[in-house]
Each structure stands twice: as C-alpha cells, then as structure tokens.
C-alpha cells in the first residue's frame, strides 16, 4: 500500500534535510520534539531593520517617553463578530503562502499542524473562522471561554441569496439550512489574536516601568481608528515581538494577556516554536527581567511560529552567566551543567504553555549585557 505524506512527514523531512539533523536530543522530554539545530546553530544577527507584517502603521525600537526598555508598535486592527457583538483582532502569519502575500502576513507553514488536532489529540487545535463575503467575519470562540485560541481554520463563506449581515455561527448555520449561502472549510491556518472583545480587552499599562506591568498595550484599543499599540520587545537572534494571550491560566495572569486555554494543543501537534527564558543570570530585558529570551527559528523559516513553546532556563551559578544568542549556545552550556531547564517555568514544570508572540518587525540586536 503506498504511504500517504501528511503535512508533519513534509514539515519534518523539510528540516532534516535543510539542516541536516534535528533537535530530538536536545528536546528530549518536551511534549513534541521539533527543529533544526543546524539551523539554529548558524543564525546571524541581522543588518537591517525589517517591517514583517503589512498592518504595521508605525514602530520604534525604543522611546525616551517612558522608564521601561521596550519600543512600540502601532497595528491596524480588523472587525469580527461573536454571537451578534462586535470583537477585534490583529493579525500576524497564515498557513496558506497566497493567503500570507495577498494579507501581508508572515507565512508560516507550521502552524499548518493545528488541522492535526482531531486525527492525534481527539479535539480540535483551533477556532473557527468564517470569512464572508461583502461584511465581517464571524468568529467561534473568544478570551474566557473553554474553547478559545488565536489559531483560527478559515471558512469560506459565499451568498447564493441576500441573508442580511450575519453575526453569529447559529445564524450562519440557519443561513446555510435555508440554501441562503454555503459554507467551505479550508485548511489555512492563521494566527489573528483577539485584542477586544464582548465583555473584555487587553489591558493598558499606565506606568510603562516594566515588561510584565499591568499589561502588554501602551495605548487602549482604538476602535475609531482602528488601531492598537502593543509593547515591542527584543528576543534573539534578532526578533521583535509583542505578547498577546498564554495557554495556562497562571502565566496569562502574570503577564496581564488573554486566557488562550485551547492553545495549549497547538505544542501537543508541533504546531509551535520553542522559546528559552531566562529566570535569571545577566541583568536585561528579557520577560523576567534578565537577558533576553531566545526562539528557535526565524521568521519566514519553514519551521517559524508565532506560537511559541515557553521554556525557562536557570544558571546553576548565578555569580557567572554569559549572554547567549542562540540555540547551539544554550546546548552546550546546558550539556555542560551550568543551566538548568524548566519546562513552562519554575514554578509549572512539569507542565508546558503556549505563549502567543506575534513579530511583526525584526531588527539587528541592540542589548549588549
């Protein structure tokens, strides 16, 4: 019987083959190993500064108008509705190569693996996004319910009759009954996190002191100019991202993002990166307050998400860190014993989470220890 390739046979022989080995060893007793150390081991700093993503209206990679160390980003925000009220999202990478270039959206065909959630775990990797003609989405899930993640499956949603402006999945559902319009799955998958929505939004940080603070927006959501301004921080080797929502109720507090519970399938599939923490050693910038924090790929690497796979990394002795770039470093330092590795955090381990951070800009590295 000839063997069917899935899309992770794809994904994962496309890594072997670009780099040339993969990073099992290194992951062993993660949920999923995945990645590429030679890929890893190799990237650069980059020369440029780099807008990633088309809804960017402005940014800066730091500002004198506040005490903490980050930059800000402004994003154009897009319209949906849940259940007959209105909810906002920005959006960030897609799946699908013609769907990223015709939205300006970062392609990243690993997040891909979310449409595996049914076949491997039982239950779906994501939400439900219908895209109709002529009016705004409609959306399945939002922040505080069981079933909400920021990776969405479009839905194709065409008129055969006038059916007024539809605003919730039932009314889709009774529209599609009465022959009004049909409905067709695809198998995109995008990552648009909510930034408002019925009965909540991202919070605002007022003091602008620190990473965490009160929350991850410098500015409300705007919905007149439909626009938001997000905290811009620096991971390396080069990357510039915001936070928006985590998949373990405990982080999500602490960070001040939306609760992302169903995201927590996303590492179950492969369908995120791997983030490294650090929890202490060198004074910085990082989410806790030391060195920033390193993913695994770049943006635009077949095996780049934006969905990130939260570990945490601890020197043994903390009187004698050095600043680490990248993948390969943080390997051999830990072979050597002198970091010790959580999965999630300290204080989760042994339990993962998923920690949404879109990069809409890269930029050459600025933190220098």
């Known amino acids: ?21 993969g990073m099992g060893s290194f992951w062993t007793g993660a949920s999923m190993p995945y990645g590429n150390i030679a890929h890893a081991a190799i990237l650069e700093n980059v020369k440029e500064t780099e807008k990633l993503i088309g809804d960017v209206v402005d940014f ?47 392609f990243s065909p690993r997040i891909s693996l979310a449409l595996d959630g049914e076949e491997m775990l039982g239950e779906k ?3 439900d996004f219908y895209h109709i003609e002529g009016q705004w989405p409609v959306l399945s899930s939002i922040p505080g319910r069981a079933d909400y993640t920021p990776a969405w499956r479009i839905f194709r949603v065409s008129k055969k009759r006038d059916a007024g ?10 529209a599609e009954g009465k022959g009004d319009i049909s409905i067709r799955p695809t198998n995109i998958i995008v990552n648009f996190p909510l930034v408002k929505w019925p009965g909540g939004e991202l919070p605002r940080d007022t003091r602008l002191e620190e990473y965490l603070g009160e929350g991850q927006l410098i500015e409300p959501v705007n919905t007149e100019k439909m626009q938001v301004t997000f905290k811009l921080h620096e991971c390396f080797p080069s990357e510039r991202y915001i936070v928006t929502d985590a998949s373990l109720e405990g982080p999500s507090k602490m960070m001040n993002v939306a609760y992302s519970p169903k995201a927590s399938l996303l590492r179950e599939v492969d369908a995120a990166a791997k983030i490294l923490v650090f929890v202490n050693g ?27 796979d939260h570990y945490a990394f601890k020197w043994t002795d903390s009187s004698s860190p050095r600043l680490l770039f990248n993948h390969s470093q943080i390997l051999s330092t830990e072979s050597k014993g002198l970091v010790q590795r959580f999965t999630g955090s300290p204080m989760t381990h042994p339990v993962g989470f998923v920690v949404n951070c879109p990069v809409p800009v890269r930029a050459p590295r600025t933190f220098k220890g």
């Open 1 to 21: 019987m000839k063997r069917i390739i899935t899309r992770r046979d794809f994904l994962r022989t496309s890594a072997i083959f670009a780099g040339g080995i």
């Open 60 to 106: 800066a990679l730091s500002s004198d108008k506040w005490k903490g160390r980050f930059g800000f980003v402004t994003l154009e925000i897009h319209g949906g509705y849940f259940e007959g009220d209105k909810a906002y999202f920005i959006r960030s990478e897609a799946s699908d190569k013609d769907y990223a270039r015709a939205n300006g959206l970062i």
């Open 125 to 127: 990797a994501y939400a």
């Open 165 to 174: 402006i539809l605003k919730s999945v039932r009314s889709l559902k009774e």
């Open 282 to 308: 060198i004074k910085g910038t990082g989410p806790m307050g030391f060195q920033p924090s390193i993913v695994d790929n770049p943006p635009r690497h077949r095996n780049w998400s934006g969905f990130w």
